[in-house]
């Protein structure tokens, strides 16, 4: 009879002991989940506990003795340029791939001594400034090269490898021919009286922007124009689908498709969003407040602004706003900031012996502490070259 007293008092007592075990597991997960809350929106909004965390929990920042580095006579004799996960080194003719090690990955020979570079991805085109040269890269391997009509003045490449080549020096004042991604001529637009400032093609292969400007009168006249790509491979003359008049007097620096039929259009006073015809203003660039401004990103652009309240305290702001939710991200930066890059996701910001490197989302990715004045950085998604008078750093993000 004990016995079974003993039993039934077991029986009853075993369940009462798994409930409270899953009773103090699941508080255990939800104060966990709610202290990483807690973390992430005291993170987001507090600067100083962020700049502690990616210090010391992170271990975002880095000095530049920790670097991988090459050596360079001087930082005027070779050309640099990160795209994918290579920075690309040129010079005496010869274009070397880098990788975050700093080693070298792969060597071509080039006939160009006074590149321009452009890259979307894993492609990369370089060109032979004023001159007719122009090479597409994949990843490690050179695609193809050719020989334009004309002196090359810009050239662009989407991520599928389409290419845009701008020319000036023929019968006409500007011709943009448009190359797929083996090389073969798609079409050319032929412009008798104005000058191309950029061009873009679009995530899908679908559009060719171009803005052009009419420098002929007293005033700057600018137009952004859209081609269906397709309706130009059979009819290269009627194929422009939409043109947006740009106000007047605005100076336009550069346009960069970030959605598949958005263009964003930067100017020296504004910004704009070009789509089915109709121009919308994004922002407002006050050239009293803002130092650096751009849209060479994936589907930001950004503006930075100085603010100084003596020697000591001088700050930078730098915001990113989103132009496919509207969103907008500030990460302020101790110092003045001399020189910014920005490619696909990330913005590098040097501000002399530190360096930011930014996310599209407003976050760290790095911060480097430097001994000696950096030059200039290139960036892309996943490298950065940090260049010096004698040396190049090599900067995984």
């Not at 530049?64 to 795209?83: G, M, N, R």
């Not at 700093?102 to 001594?113: A, C, L």
């Not at 020697?311 to 991200?329: A, V």
Request: contains cysteine.
């Amino acid at each position: 009879m004990k016995l079974l007293e003993f039993k039934q008092f077991n029986n009853s007592e075993e369940p009462k002991s798994l409930n409270k075990m899953k009773v103090i597991t699941v508080a255990a997960i939800s104060v966990v989940i709610l202290i990483g809350i807690i973390i992430g929106i005291v993170y987001k909004n507090n600067q100083t506990v962020r700049d502690f965390m990616d210090q010391y929990l992170f271990f975002k920042h880095v000095k530049d003795s920790d670097l991988p580095s090459i050596s360079i006579e001087d930082d005027k004799t070779v050309f640099t340029y990160a795209f994918n996960n290579y920075v690309a080194i040129l010079g005496n003719n010869k274009l070397k791939l880098y990788n975050s090690s700093g080693k070298e990955t792969e060597s071509f020979d080039v006939n160009i001594s006074s590149p321009i570079f452009a890259s979307q991805d894993n492609y990369l085109v370089v060109a032979e400034k004023g001159q007719q040269k122009v090479y597409l890269f994949k990843d490690k391997k050179m695609v193809w090269d050719k020989n334009v009509e004309g002196q090359i003045s810009r050239v662009n490449v989407n991520e599928n490898g389409y290419v845009s080549v701008v020319v000036s020096g023929t019968s006409y004042k500007s011709v943009i021919a448009t190359y797929s991604e083996n090389g073969t001529e798609v079409f050319k637009t032929f412009l008798s009286n104005t000058v191309v400032i950029d061009t873009d093609i679009s995530k899908d292969n679908k559009y060719l922007g171009f803005c052009e400007m009419d420098l002929s009168g007293t005033v700057i006249e600018s137009k952004v124009k859209i081609i269906s790509i397709d309706k130009a491979k059979q009819d290269p003359a009627n194929a422009i689908i939409y043109t947006y008049e740009i106000p007047v007097n605005s100076l336009v620096t550069n346009i960069e498709f970030h959605d598949k039929d958005e263009l964003i259009c930067l100017c020296d006073k504004n910004v704009y969003s070009l789509k089915n015809g109709n121009l919308n203003q994004l922002a407002e660039i006050n050239e009293n407040d803002v130092t650096f401004s751009g849209i060479s990103l994936s589907k930001s652009y950004y503006t930075i602004t100085e603010d100084k309240f003596g020697i000591n305290n001088q700050t930078s702001k730098l915001e990113i706003f989103n132009t496919s939710n509207k969103r907008k991200s500030l990460y302020t930066i101790n110092g003045i900031a001399k020189d910014v890059c920005a490619n696909n996701g990330v913005i590098a910001v040097n501000l002399g012996t530190e360096a930011y490197f930014i996310n599209e989302n407003g976050g760290l990715v790095k911060k480097l502490t430097s001994s000696q004045e950096i030059k200039k950085i290139v960036v892309s998604n996943n490298v950065a070259g940090i260049i010096y008078r004698n040396k190049i750093e090599f900067l995984g993000l």
